[in-house]
Structures are given as C-alpha cells and as structure tokens.
C-alpha cells in the first residue's frame, strides 16, 4: 500500500521512549513477533536506548506529530568480528499497518546501515508473521535459515526465519 504522505521519520530522543515502549509493547503482549514475554519496563528501555548510537541509530516514525513507528538498528553479536553486521527491528502503531510505515522505516535503516559501513542487515522474524517477511522480501532480503521450535509463547511452539540482506562495500571493515 502507498504511504501516506504526512509520514515522516527522524532519529529517536529520550523523549520518544514512552512511545517506542508503548507501542513495543502491545507486541509482547498480543504478537508472536516479538519473543520477549512480559513487557518492557521504561528501565529497560532506557538501557536498550543507552546501547545505540551512531553505529546502532534507532529512528521514529510520525504522523502530525506523533509517534506511530520505529526501527532500529542493532548490534547483531557481541563478538568484534561481528562489528559490520546488524539486525533490524521495525514495529509499527497495531491500528496504522497497511499504510507503507514500515518500508519507509525499513528503507530508511538500510540506507542508514550503508552509509554507516555496515556489510549485513539480519531480520530474525517468527515463522507466523507474513506481513513481516512480506516486507523484507520487497527490499531483497534473502532467506538463510529456520530455527525450528525455539521459542514458546503462548502456550505454542514458534520457528524463527533468518533473512540477509548484504551491503555492496569494502571487503575489509
């Protein structure tokens, strides 16, 4: 579907975290697409706000103002060799799906992770969510690999899928 023209997007603030963790939020406790189980308390949220920054934007999307999205970019693993690869997260307002919020975010993280060096964007996405892969899909994101059975919310089984998308740039970072 079209987006709609009065969204726009912009990196995240402080601010913007009781927005982010409300709409987060509703996933925990009505989706599968996230694996996390009881919600995020704002502590928390404020710590995984405290571990992005320039390498690991976080970005918001708005509609007249408010917050109806956001995607981040984020540190894929620990280890250092894994420093050139990050993993995307993109959750939009339940009532505003449909309207192209989500691939103006998650073309914008892409842009965001090439300009930034990065040579990989992992999606890891619950095997139930079409809408999800659908996206990812659309923007060359390739699947690699299915984790069977390694999460169990709501009283179910779930299959994580891994999607890749690989970044044109040097071949050493």
């Not at 939020?25 to 320039?54: I, K």
């Not at 059975?149 to 779930?158: A, D, E, P």
């Given at each position: 579907?079209a987006?709609?023209?009065?969204t726009?997007?912009?990196?995240?603030?402080?601010?913007?975290?009781?927005?982010?963790?409300?709409?987060?939020?509703?996933?925990?406790?009505?989706?599968?697409?996230?694996?996390?189980?009881?919600?995020?308390?704002?502590?928390?949220?404020?710590?995984?706000?405290?571990?992005?920054?320039?390498?690991?934007p976080v970005?918001?999307?708005?509609?007249?103002?408010?917050?109806?999205?956001?995607?981040?970019?984020?540190?894929?693993?620990?280890?250092?060799?894994?420093?050139?690869?990050?993993?995307?997260?993109?959750?939009?307002?339940?009532?505003?799906?449909?309207?192209?919020?989500?691939?103006?975010?998650?073309?914008?993280?892409?842009?965001?992770?090439?300009?930034?060096?990065?040579?990989?964007?992992v999606?890891?996405?619950?095997?139930?969510?079409?809408?999800?892969?659908?996206?990812?899909?659309?923007?060359?994101?390739?699947?690699?690999?299915?984790?069977?059975?390694?999460?169990?919310?709501?009283?179910?089984?779930?299959?994580?899928?891994?999607?890749?998308?690989?970044?044109?740039?040097?071949?050493?970072?």
């Amino acid at each position: 579907m079209a987006q709609d023209s009065s969204t726009s997007l912009r990196p995240a603030t402080r601010g913007d975290l009781a927005d982010i963790n409300e709409i987060y939020n509703h996933y925990v406790l009505h989706s599968t697409c996230t694996y996390q189980e009881t919600p995020e308390t704002m502590a928390g949220r404020r710590e995984w706000f405290g571990r992005h920054g320039d390498e690991h934007p976080v970005v918001v999307a708005e509609i007249d103002g408010r917050v109806v999205g956001w995607g981040s970019l984020s540190a894929f693993h620990a280890r250092s060799a894994f420093r050139r690869t990050v993993e995307d997260s993109i959750y939009i307002h339940p009532e505003l799906h449909g309207r192209g919020i989500g691939s103006l975010v998650l073309r914008d993280l892409v842009r965001r992770a090439r300009l930034l060096g990065h040579r990989a964007v992992v999606a890891a996405i619950e095997a139930e969510q079409p809408a999800s892969l659908a996206l990812h899909a659309r923007f060359q994101f390739e699947h690699v690999g299915r984790l069977r059975q390694v999460g169990f919310k709501f009283g179910r089984w779930l299959d994580l899928i891994y999607l890749e998308l690989l970044l044109p740039g040097p071949e050493t970072a």
